[in-house]
C-alpha cells in the first residue's frame, strides 16, 4: 500500500472528546437551540480572551468578517483599501464587495509580507485602511505601521485568517488593529466542521455595529436600524469550536516543532524558507518552501502520496475577477515568483516524525535527481 501523508487529520482534532461532544450538539439539535445561543456567547468571549481583545462578532465566513468589518469603519464608494497582491482572492473581494478600491502593494522576498514600505508609498487623502495578511500564520509587525495609521488617521483591518494563536513581542495578533478578522474554515488552523468566522476589536461601537450588521440591522425584533447582512455564527460550529479552542496553543506549538523538522531536515537544500524572528510565535497555518523546481517537484511528491499544494498559484493582480483594475504581469513581481516558486508542505498538528522523515526523503532523492 502506499504511503501517505494528507493535509488534514480531523478525527486527531476531535481525539476521544467527540462522542461528548456529539452528545452536546445531539442536545442543541433536540432542543432547537440554533440562533446565537449562549454557546455562541461562550465562544465569543473565549475567543476574544485568546486574542486579547474585549470583544469578538461570530459570524458566518472569514470573508464576511472582512465584509462586515470594513462596514462598521464606514468604508465603501470613494475609499481606498491598501492589500498585498499575494493574499488570498477573499481580502480583495471583501474590500470590492463593499464597494472601495482595492490598492495592490507587492510582498517582502524573504517574510512574504505585506512590503510596509510601499504602503507608505501607496497611502493617499483616500485611504481609509490598510489590511495586512498575517499570511501562512506569520504574524506582520505592526508597531510602525499603527503608528502611522493614528498620525495620518486610517485604520488597520488585520486579515488573521491564518493566524489564530500567533503572537508578535507578547501580543497576540489580532489586538493591534482596529478590528481583525479570522476564517474558522476547515482547512485554518481552528477549524469548524463547515463555514464560520469572527471579528475581534477592543472597541465597543465597532463591536455594537457588528453585531447589529450581521443580524440584517436589527436592534430589537422587528426594529431594523439599518440595511445590514445575515451572517451569524452558526450555534453548532460555535460549540464545535468551543470543544476544539483550548487545544489551540497546544497545536501551533506542534505545527511549530514540525515546521523545525522540516526546516532541520532540509537546510542544505537548494530551498528557501518562510524567514522567522525570534519576536514571533508563528502560527504555521502552512509550512512553505520555495524553489524554481516547484512544479515538478510537486507533481513528484503527489505521486508519492505526499498532499503538497500550491498556496496561491495566482496573485491577486493577474486573477479575472479584478480585470476591471488594470493590473497588469510584471507590476508586483515579488508576489508573481511567490506564486511560481512556493510549494506547500503537509503541517498539521498530529504528524508523527516518521512523516516528516518520509516527506523530505522525498524531496531530497528529487533534487538529487534518483526521483524516478
Ligand atoms: C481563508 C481566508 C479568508 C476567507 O475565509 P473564509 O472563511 O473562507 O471566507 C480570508 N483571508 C485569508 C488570508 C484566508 O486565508
Redesign the pocket.
Known sequence: MQTRVPRYNYAAQFGPEVDRMMADLRRMIVEGAYILTDKVAQFESSFASLCGCRFAVGVN????A?ILALRSLEIGPGAQVITQAN??N??VAAIVCVGAEAVLVDAEEDTFLIDQVQVTAALSNKTAAVIP?H?YGKPTPLDDLTTIARRKGFHIVE?A??AHGAIFKGRPVGSCGSLA?F???P??NLAAAG?A?AVVTNDEHLATHLKRDRALGQEEQNHHLSAGLNSKLDAIQAAILLWKLPHLRKWNLRRNAVAGWYRERLADLPLHFQRTSPDELHAYHLFQIRTDKRDELLSCLRAKGIDAVIRYPVPIHLQPAFRSYGWRAGQFPVAERLARELLALPIRPDMDVWEVDYVSECIREFFLGRHR
Open positions: 465566513t472569514g470573508t464576511d472582512l493574499t488570498f477573499a481580502t495578511v499570511l486579515d485568517a491564518q478578522c476564517s474558522f474554515h482547512s485554518k463555514d468566522g
